[in-house]
């Protein structure tokens, strides 16, 4: 076994408060990972390491620290990064509980730094918000008012506020002047829970614009805590900004980008700073998805800005790297930006791009290793397979899309947890190994193989090309092989969590003010 170093809690401490380059790296699932961690820690689990950590790590000489809780992951994905090229890869001294022992800080939840930061804001500018029952008397009353949600698309439509228009975070400065563009009428930011309704509310603010502009206190979360009733499948969404109002806005954000300390940069700059070897650099375009398909930078990563400020670590996985942002308006990239630079990140904003830069089309894919050889069956062929009850199908999809389809008779399992996993397994004569593209699966062949002493299959295309073909499929939990730790269940989505668990969050929110205090590693500032 390769011998790993070990960094301690005081090393690492040292190393937030100098602003140097280092990723955190916690390996264990998501809701594990959400029970408690270190403040900068990213969560890359060992499950899907292989897919994730070029982008989130690009430089294989950054120094990582991974850590588990005991479980033995750490050990096992410190010697898979020295495998895929990482040269200073150390474990934590003593794991989570070294951490804990030496006096550090932990958090629960997920993107904690962006919350944290949320309630700053909140705490420092005294953010203007509106309870539920407020926003639902001025609904009621059909007062001059406008509900932006500043959420994904996806979440919006999943549920909310009764005429809410899907307005995602970074958007906001750049459309509000259309939306309302009648000085006097009232803008309403929500989110599910606080952080987006606080950083947008406070967007416009910062930006100047005249409206006035009020959070939705608590988001959906309050909303539902109040007995109000939310919409379901809504597809509201902003028009075009007229030329006007692009130029207004932009003005307001480089204003806006200036006082937060935002740097500019020209594409020279960029492509010096990507050839060098001992700096991280990331290239974020903050438009919006669509907009990146049609035409973006050559090598961006499309990371819509509302998304980007409120899950900076889950992209920008290096802390104390360099963040370049771009845009085609002058308003997203800045606003995004003046976000990041209180974050205490190092931000630069493209200034000299022209439409021609827009030279790479199609949605940006993730760099992984060079795929493992695997024998390729079709669905047809398994199918057949599956009439002889000799094969058993692994499934290592999320557990979310497991739950929602999944081939019949397909146990779902875990990837870094495969020997207990197997045990769970009837045995079989062969085992076929599936996820949604098969990309996942494909890395467990060899493992399972070694596992079980049988011959093992990779299913073209995966339960895609399975469903694609309209081919039988069950749902439900029908053959959990393991945990469903993979996804932390978050309070303030969907339309059934209970209501001590959303009132229990943001009780957490509000207390995350203190703990910053406590942990002292921040580098946070609020213009």
């Given at each position: ?42 969560n890359i689990p060992l499950s899907k390491l292989e897919l994730e950590v070029y982008s989130r790590i690009p430089r294989r000489d950054t120094k990582v620290t991974v850590y588990d809780n005991g479980e033995g992951l750490a050990a096992r994905a410190a010697v898979r990064l020295l495998e895929l090229g990482y040269t200073e890869v150390s474990l934590l001294e003593g794991g989570l509980d070294g951490w804990r022992q030496a006096g550090g800080e932990l958090f629960i ?419």
């Amino acid at each position: 076994m390769t011998t790993v170093s070990t960094r301690s809690f005081a090393q690492i401490r040292q190393a937030l408060l100098d602003h140097q380059e280092l990723a955190v790296v916690d390996v264990r699932e998501e809701a594990p990972f959400a029970e408690s961690h270190p403040l900068f820690a990213a969560n890359i689990p060992l499950s899907k390491l292989e897919l994730e950590v070029y982008s989130r790590i690009p430089r294989r000489d950054t120094k990582v620290t991974v850590y588990d809780n005991g479980e033995g992951l750490a050990a096992r994905a410190a010697v898979r990064l020295l495998e895929l090229g990482y040269t200073e890869v150390s474990l934590l001294e003593g794991g989570l509980d070294g951490w804990r022992q030496a006096g550090g800080e932990l958090f629960i939840d997920v993107n904690v730094p962006s919350k944290a930061f949320g309630e700053l804001v909140e705490s420092e500018r005294h953010t203007p918000s509106l309870a539920a029952e407020e926003v639902q008397a001025l609904l009621d009353n059909q007062a001059d008012v406008v509900v932006l949600d500043a959420r994904r698309f996806d979440e919006y439509q999943t549920m909310s506020i009764p005429t809410g228009i899907s307005v995602p975070g970074a958007e906001l400065v750049l459309r509000a002047r259309e939306l309302a563009p009648d000085p006097a009428t009232r803008i309403i930011v929500n989110c599910a829970g606080r952080t987006r309704s606080i950083i947008g509310t406070q967007s416009l603010i910062n930006a100047g614009v005249a409206n006035p502009v009020s959070a939705l206190r608590n988001g959906t979360i309050g909303w539902t805590l109040a007995g109000q009733k939310l919409a379901h499948g809504q597809s509201r969404r902003f028009a075009p900004t007229s030329e006007e109002h692009r130029q207004i806005a932009a003005q307001d954000a480089r204003r806006v980008a200036d006082k937060a300390r935002v740097r500019r940069a020209t594409l020279a700059d960029l492509q010096g700073w990507q050839q060098e070897t001992t700096r991280t650099t990331y290239l974020f375009d903050v438009r919006t998805p669509e907009e990146f398909e049609a035409g973006h930078l050559p090598g961006a990563r499309s990371t819509p800005g509302g998304q980007l400020v409120q899950e900076t670590d889950h992209v920008a996985s290096v802390r104390g790297a360099r963040l370049v942002l771009a845009d085609d308006d002058g308003v997203r990239a800045n606003m995004s930006a003046s976000w990041l630079a209180q974050l205490g990140w190092d931000v630069h904003v493209l200034d000299d791009l022209q439409p021609a830069n827009f030279s790479e089309t199609g949605a940006w894919l993730a760099p992984v290793p060079a795929p493992q050889q695997a024998e390729l069956i079709t669905p047809q062929t398994l199918a057949d397979w599956l009439t002889h009850g000799d094969t058993a199908v692994l499934d290592f999809t999320p557990s979310v899309n497991y739950v929602k389809r999944h081939i019949p008779g397909a146990f779902w399992a875990l990837r870094a947890q495969l020997p207990e996993a197997l045990a769970n397994v009837p045995p079989a004569e062969r085992y076929v190994l599936t996820c949604g593209t098969s990309q996942l699966a494909r890395l467990a062949v060899a493992e399972v193989e070694a596992l079980t002493g049988k011959p093992v299959f990779l299913l073209q295309g995966g339960t895609l090309n399975w469903i694609a073909e309209k081919r039988p499929l069950e749902e439900g939990e029908t053959r959990l092989a393991s945990p469903r730790i993979d996804r932390y269940r978050r309070p303030y989505e969907g339309t059934d969590s209970p209501k001590e668990a959303m009132q229990a969050y943001l009780d957490w929110e509000f207390g995350l003010v203190e703990q910053l205090a406590r942990d002292g590693t921040h580098g946070f500032y609020v213009i």
